[in-house]
């Protein structure tokens, strides 16, 4: 039986995450509630990837916690996730996707694979190998796989990062779609253009702190951060 | 005039041997049809034990993991001739699998392929098994896919790497001759399987015959070998 609790708010409390003496996130509180796309905008090593991580409670807080829906155990049940380099499983488009939906504990059935499949544009392909498609597709596929999950939150971790501005557009519409769908989209990138076209509201982070947050139009027109006024207009934010 | 009679005895050697595989000698193909079962038989135990443990190993952090893989990967290189000492012990009268009355028997051989090879199939597949769940581990833990579901996922994944390490498995079961004369005795139409004979019949000075069997015994190990690369290759193409 599928699960029908709630993930969201997402609710982090004064969360710092450290790695041995390094600290990657220091006392962040963030909620993040249903609604458009919540992009987490930052240059590399601002805490973007970690943030994500514990969304989806790949990883614990080493101080603070985090509440899913109000309750902080289990953690999300109905959350998914996209890799910026997403693994393919040795098998094809169609048993990559099978795999997923019964992961999720639902039916591999065919009509439904060949729905997920023809979802990201890629039903001609489903019986090709999933690591012999090109990266585009092998994004795509990813996204279909998070689908197989009937995701409440989607979790994309830069997922254009590697990708030429074609199967950049490709990915990008689908999310675009699945944001219209209903499920709550929080993605992390470093692209302004990208969070730009995609983003409800933002969230800006830099050294592992939250240093902004705001409704896109307003964080791009007029930044309240020093911080974020320096990313806007290209310098180096460290 | 040495040298000439050499040479001429080797081609005599040789064309004696074609001869008697191409007339079907029924002798000699006892004795391949014995090798084969013996082998099959260990090369299918070697799996049944070997491939769980491990996948075991690889995926499950105990007291005394490390040890084990050490141990593992050190049996890999066991001497036939100790293993053969062992387990001819082992089944021995006065040993304690004694009263099973297995020794001199094609199950004791069966036994001490099964126990050279095992370590060599259980440390591959851990390396495998090991290998594959570092690249997997992220995707798995975030489709929250339960530990069964994991372990079947990677034994499929790894399917093509798993068949080539049994068909190791099996060529070097099906070369070795030390563990199966001391347990098996090379009993003329009970326990002679191709390895034994031939260092009987060379020694013999009966050349056709161990040469014949040798014929075979390489014929098997390059098809096992071009079966194992074969399978790598296909699995490159479709299963990528």
Redesign the interface.
């Known amino acids: 039986m599928r699960d029908t609790t709630s993930d969201l708010p997402i609710s982090l409390d004064t969360v710092t995450v450290r790695c041995g003496a390094v600290s990657i996130l220091h006392d962040v509180t963030l909620e993040i509630a249903g609604g458009p796309p919540t992009v987490l905008l930052g240059p590399n090593g601002s805490g973007k990837s970690t943030l994500i991580k514990l969304g989806m409670r790949l990883i614990s807080p080493s101080a603070g916690h985090i509440t899913f829906g109000g309750r902080s155990s289990p953690g999300p049940t109905r959350s998914a996730i996209v890799f910026q380099k997403p693994i393919m499983l040795r098998r094809t488009a169609a048993a990559n996707i099978a795999f997923a939906l019964s992961a999720a504990g639902r039916e591999p059935d065919a009509a439904t694979i060949s729905h997920l499949l023809s979802q990201v544009g890629l039903a001609a392909l489903a019986d090709r190998p999933a690591r012999r498609l090109s990266g585009g597709e092998q994004q795509r596929l990813a996204l279909a796989r998070a689908l197989a999950r009937a995701p409440e939150v989607l979790f994309l971790d830069e997922p254009t990062a590697s990708l030429d501005p074609a199967a950049t557009k490709g990915v990008e519409d689908i999310i675009a779609r699945t944001a219209c769908e209903g499920v709550k989209i929080v993605m992390a990138t470093h692209d302004l253009g990208q969070a730009k076209r995609l983003a409800g509201d933002v969230v800006f982070l830099a050294g592992g702190r939250v240093v902004e947050r705001g409704a896109s139009p307003q964080f791009f027109m007029s930044p309240s951060t020093d911080a974020a006024r320096r990313f806007l207009a290209g310098d180096l934010v460290l | 005039m040495n040298a000439v009679n050499a040479r001429d005895g080797c081609q005599l050697n040789a064309t004696d041997a074609v001869q008697l595989i191409w007339s079907g000698d029924a002798n000699l193909f006892a004795i391949v049809r014995l090798s084969l079962a013996v082998t099959l038989a260990a090369t299918v135990l070697a799996a049944v034990v070997g491939m769980p443990l491990g996948a075991f190993a690889a995926l499950v952090r105990f007291p005394g993991r490390e040890l084990l893989v050490v141990v593992l990967n050190a049996f890999m290189g066991l001497p036939p001739v100790v293993v053969g000492l062992v387990v001819f012990l082992m089944l021995s009268r006065a040993g304690p699998l004694g009263e099973l009355g297995l020794l001199f028997t094609p199950t004791a051989m069966v036994v001490a392929q099964t126990v050279l090879i095992t370590p060599i199939v259980a440390a591959l597949t851990r390396q495998v098994i090991e290998d594959l769940w570092a690249?997997?581990r992220?995707?798995?833990?975030?489709?929250?896919?339960?530990p069964l579901?994991r372990v079947r996922?990677l034994l499929?994944?790894a399917r093509f790497s798993l068949v080539t390490i049994l068909l190791a498995g099996f060529g070097r079961a099906a070369a070795e001759v030390g563990a199966v004369i001391i347990v098996g005795g090379n009993i003329d139409g009970f326990t002679r399987v191709m390895t034994t004979t031939i260092a009987l019949e060379t020694s013999k000075g009966n050349l056709a015959l161990a040469v014949g069997l040798g014929l075979i015994l390489i014929t098997l190990v390059v098809t096992v070998n071009a079966l194992a690369w074969s399978v790598r290759r296909w699995s490159e193409k479709?299963?990528?």
Not at chain 2, 138 to 146: D, H, K, L, N, S
């Open positions: 690249e997997y992220e995707e798995f833990q975030a489709m929250q896919v339960g579901a996922a499929w994944d479709h299963a990528a």
